[in-house]
């Protein structure tokens, strides 16, 4: 395993770049009715498979899982390090009717202080979310962190870009899974092996960038397993069985 030490990224650079300005579009960007089409309850079907009721979004941004997930019965708490993201996902919520969703701002690296003794059945980490982390003993420790606030045998589940993709042929996107939003062109104006500087650039001309880590696939999983959770399993763009190079973005599936 590896990390990007030679680069230095402030550790909050993320809530910088997560501005009032950039979040309040943020979600011009996901395209909420396009993206449940296209995860066609995905995320909601591995819940149930896996029994999982209490559910942690450590990375709730804008708030379209723990929005969703809330409103099919899943008993969710949502979380974000970024102060904008969790002023933005309360305001969702109660704009979709859910005015008991827990919201509340945290720190990966220090979960266990936001959360105490409790455990959930399942902590995602979506959005590409976990590409924030430069240093491999964040990474390490945010990992850590997540493995302790699971019930015995639950899972975890982290989704990023395809960086194996990006890095090794240049980055596409075939636009059928993630970020469907039609007002916006997303590409890399920044990208080598320890760092991609995503640039944002909207319809009227609003442009916003986001710093991150290419965390390739087999890396995560390595992680994973050497964090302690007892097997990991992958979806390429909601499908299991797929080329590496294919998906535009990665899901693992961790089990403790």
């Known amino acids: 395993m590896s990390g990007a030490e030679n680069i230095i990224v402030p550790k909050d650079l993320y809530k910088e770049q997560y501005s009032p300005e950039f979040v309040g579009r943020w979600d011009e960007l996901i395209d909420w009715r396009r993206r449940a089409e296209a ?4 995320f909601q079907n591995i819940l149930r498979d896996h029994g999982a009721e209490t559910v942690l979004d450590i990375a709730c941004g804008t708030g379209f899982h723990a929005v969703t997930l809330k409103a099919d019965g899943f008993d969710v708490t949502a979380a974000d390090g970024a102060p904008n993201m969790v002023v933005q ?16 701002e945290a720190e990966w690296t220090r979960l266990s202080e936001s959360f105490g003794g409790e455990r959930f059945d399942a902590v995602i980490c979506l959005g590409n979310a976990f590409t924030h982390l430069f240093d491999e003993s964040d990474r390490i420790q945010s990992l850590g962190e997540v493995y302790r606030l699971l019930n015995n045998d639950g899972i975890a589940i982290i989704d990023q870009r395809n960086y194996d993709a990006i890095l090794d042929n240049g980055f596409s996107s075939k636009h059928q899974s993630y970020y469907l939003g039609e007002t916006v062109d997303v590409k890399p104006e920044e990208l080598t092996e320890d760092v991609v ?21 087999d890396y995560l999983t390595d992680l994973l397993l050497s964090t302690g959770f007892r097997s990991v399993e992958r979806y390429g763009d909601f499908e299991a069985g797929y080329d590496r190079y294919d998906p535009d973005f990665v899901i693992q599936l961790a089990r403790k």
């Not at 919520?93 to 859910?98: C, H, K, M, N």
């Not at 986001?210 to 965390?215: M, N």
């Open 39 to 42: 995860e066609n309850n995905f």
């Open 89 to 104: 996902a309360r305001e969702n919520a109660e704009r979709f009717g859910i005015d008991d969703l827990r919201v509340v």
């Open 197 to 217: 500087k995503m640039r944002y650039e909207y319809s009227d001309g609003e442009v916003h960038f986001l710093t991150i880590f290419p965390i390739r696939q």
